[in-house]
């Protein structure tokens, strides 16, 4: 199993340009998740989606857009970059109820995009 | 969600066993102890959880006091990758979109 995998690794925006940053998964999860960290700072969560076709707000959901279209993506859309989205975004991944165990907090991390927004 | 208080950073030999203590002095009777780590530049990484009993995995131990109010990691013989920020978080097992809220962390270097 690859696990959590993010496309791009890195990435050079201009202000005001657009793009998206994927995550796929190979686990069969239901529930994934996009979180940003700033130098020297916890994880914030942008947006989450308990299942597909299903997506809500996190903690900092502003300048930002989500879809998931198929169960194992779960896309991050950047619609005009500013300088203050410059961080580090994980996507993670998890699933519910499984034979009786609750397993939503063991979130699987994707290796991280590293963007920066001149 | 009940607050956590971690050492800013610990240091340990290499093949000796760290010792990563968490107070939660709050927690409620429902919330689960997880440990995550984050080595430098990777994305965080599950390690193990626990209600109130003590738990083994392959990675590490948790060992969790009577009263449920801290909690201690244990990696049983660190290596030199074992050199991360350990993060504790307390957290309910619900169906809930659930942030996982990553504090301060403990810095963990383990030294040759």
């Known amino acids: 199993n690859a696990g959590v995998t ?3 690794k890195f990435r050079v925006l201009k202000t005001g340009q657009s793009m998206t940053l994927l995550c796929a ?9 996009w979180y940003r960290q700033d130098p020297g700072m916890g994880l914030r969560l942008i947006h989450y989606s308990v299942g597909e076709g299903t997506t809500a707000k996190g903690e900092v959901p502003d300048g930002y ?3 998931r279209l198929k169960k194992q993506n779960f896309l991050l859309g950047l619609e005009s970059a500013a300088p203050s989205q410059t961080s580090v975004y994980f996507c993670a991944s998890s699933y519910p109820l499984t034979g009786g165990a609750f397993r939503v907090n063991e979130q699987y991390f994707g290796p991280g995009t590293r963007l920066t927004v001149t | 969600d009940a607050k956590t208080t971690q050492p800013t950073s610990m240091d340990c030999a290499e093949g000796r066993a760290a010792n990563l203590p968490c107070n939660h002095s709050t927690i409620s009777g429902n919330e689960y102890v997880y440990w995550y780590r984050q080595i430098h530049s990777q994305g965080p990484q599950y390690i193990i959880h626990g209600l109130k009993n003590n738990e083994t995995n392959e990675m590490a131990s948790l060992i969790i006091t009577e009263d449920r109010k801290s909690s201690t990691l244990i990696l049983p013989h660190a290596t030199l990758r074992d050199t991360a920020v350990y993060y504790c978080i307390v957290r309910l097992n619900n169906n809930a979109g659930n942030m996982l809220t990553f504090g301060g962390g403990t810095r963990l270097m383990v030294k040759p």
């Open chain 1, 6 to 8: 993010q496309t791009p």
């Open chain 1, 25 to 33: 998964q190979d686990m069969n999860h239901e529930y994934m998740y």
């Open chain 1, 65 to 67: 857009n989500v879809s």
